[in-house]
């Protein structure tokens, strides 16, 4: 029997006095926990918690998940799906972004996915084969309960834009709850949040200009989210395009930043802005202005905030 373990390439080291990192592998990324205590057993235990965590949202809510719930639903051909409170919270944020973005943030527009591959690469997909998915894209079509969730045949939902960022805020919870006072650093792939601490944790932000270049940030509490170019993006023409796909179009998002970095009260709303924000493209900047929270815009022209 596989153990976690060995499922997550769990691993634990002592970075300096005080202060344990915890890594594991999940939903595609590197996730990472910074524990401050002296008690190596105390710091095994966050991270356990942690990692178990962030695999149980993952089999649930990733599309890649053969028995998961996502998959149920992408796969029930119209037929009402059963669903808890856990997963209708999720799909109402969904329906909210929806509605507030005016239909540019849709999860069921992760079909795109079959033809878009952001791989670094200049293969861009053929223009006739964009036209067949976004008849198979739209939120309004879909029938939202307070247990059950009809999606139409032939559509598709991808978490993506929500999971990894949720499942932050849940880790985080988490160990608070069974560990009160404990300072820690919840990082999954860039998606970070922190417990509340006198001693502020010094973030690294990459800039537009590679990852190997980085800004600091102080986080003394709340989170932050970055949504950007930097890993997956595809080259046309010599100019870099974004990740980010207009549901309405089926192509990236014209004038897109190269990054936006959103600090906000919970990880989601961190990420779910920041995203918002890069599918507003040129206008980015006016849409963040009007949030109220603190935010970083970086652009490849140097016009970065």
Same mark, same amino acid.
């Given at each position: %029997?596989?153990?976690?373990?060995?499922?997550?390439?769990?691993?634990?080291?002592?970075?300096?006095?005080?202060?344990?990192?915890?890594?594991?592998?999940? %939903?595609?990324?590197?996730?990472?926990?910074?524990?401050?205590?002296?008690?190596?057993?105390?710091?095994?235990?966050?991270?356990?918690?942690?990692?178990?965590?962030?695999?149980?949202?993952?089999?649930?809510?990733?599309?890649?998940?053969?028995?998961?719930?996502?998959?149920?639903?992408?796969?029930?051909?119209?037929?009402?799906?059963?669903?808890?409170?856990?997963?209708?919270?999720?799909?109402?944020?969904?329906?909210?972004?929806?509605?507030?973005?005016?239909?540019?943030?849709?999860?069921?527009?992760?079909?795109?996915?079959?033809?878009?591959?952001?791989?670094?690469?200049?293969?861009?997909?053929?223009?006739?084969?964009?036209?067949?998915?976004?008849?198979?894209?739209?939120?309004?079509?879909?029938?939202?309960?307070?247990?059950?969730?009809?999606?139409?045949?032939? %559509?598709?939902?991808?978490?993506?834009?929500?999971?990894?960022?949720?499942?932050?805020?849940?880790?985080?919870?988490?160990?608070?709850?069974?560990?009160?006072?404990?300072?820690?650093?919840?990082?999954?792939?860039?998606?970070?949040?922190?417990?509340?601490?006198?001693?502020?944790?010094?973030?690294?932000?990459? !800039?537009?200009?590679?990852?190997?270049?980085?800004?600091?940030?102080?986080?003394?509490?709340?989170?932050? !989210?970055?949504?950007?170019?930097?890993?997956?993006?595809?080259?046309?023409?010599?100019?870099?395009?974004?990740?980010?796909?207009?549901?309405?179009?089926?192509?990236?998002?014209?004038?897109?930043?190269?990054?936006?970095?959103?600090?906000?009260?919970?990880?989601?709303?961190?990420?779910?802005?920041?995203?918002?924000? %890069?599918?507003?493209?040129?206008? !980015?900047?006016?849409?963040?202005?009007?949030?109220?929270?603190?935010?970083?815009?970086?652009?490849?022209?140097?016009?970065?905030?």
């Amino acid at each position: %029997m596989t153990t976690l373990a060995e499922k997550t390439a769990l691993a634990l080291t002592l970075t300096e006095p005080g202060l344990f990192r915890g890594r594991f592998g999940a %939903m595609a990324c590197r996730c990472e926990l910074l524990i401050r205590t002296h008690q190596r057993s105390l710091a095994q235990q966050v991270l356990g918690v942690a990692a178990r965590e962030a695999l149980r949202i993952e089999h649930k809510f990733s599309r890649y998940s053969n028995d998961g719930l996502c998959h149920a639903i992408n796969h029930s051909q119209g037929k009402p799906v059963s669903i808890d409170q856990e997963t209708h919270q999720l799909l109402s944020l969904a329906d909210a972004a929806w509605r507030l973005s005016e239909g540019l943030f849709d999860i069921s527009s992760g079909i795109l996915g079959k033809v878009w591959h952001f791989d670094g690469s200049s293969r861009l997909p053929a223009p006739e084969r964009i036209p067949p998915l976004l008849d198979l894209i739209g939120w309004d079509r879909v029938t939202l309960g307070p247990s059950s969730f009809i999606l139409p045949s032939g %559509m598709a939902i991808d978490f993506g834009g929500l999971g990894k960022e949720y499942a932050v805020d849940r880790v985080l919870a988490l160990c608070r709850h069974h560990w009160p006072g404990l300072a820690l650093l919840v990082n999954f792939g860039g998606d970070i949040a922190v417990t509340p601490t006198q001693a502020p944790w010094r973030v690294g932000v990459s !800039a537009a200009n590679g990852p190997s270049t980085t800004d600091a940030l102080l986080l003394s509490e709340g989170a932050i !989210a970055t949504s950007g170019d930097t890993e997956r993006y595809l080259i046309r023409d010599g100019k870099r395009l974004s990740h980010i796909l207009n549901p309405k179009t089926g192509y990236p998002v014209e004038s897109a930043p190269a990054s936006v970095t959103v600090q906000a009260p919970r990880c989601t709303d961190a990420g779910l802005i920041a995203t918002l924000a %890069m599918l507003h493209g040129e206008h !980015a900047e006016q849409f963040l202005g009007a949030q109220g929270l603190p935010f970083r815009v970086q652009r490849l022209t140097d016009e970065a905030r």
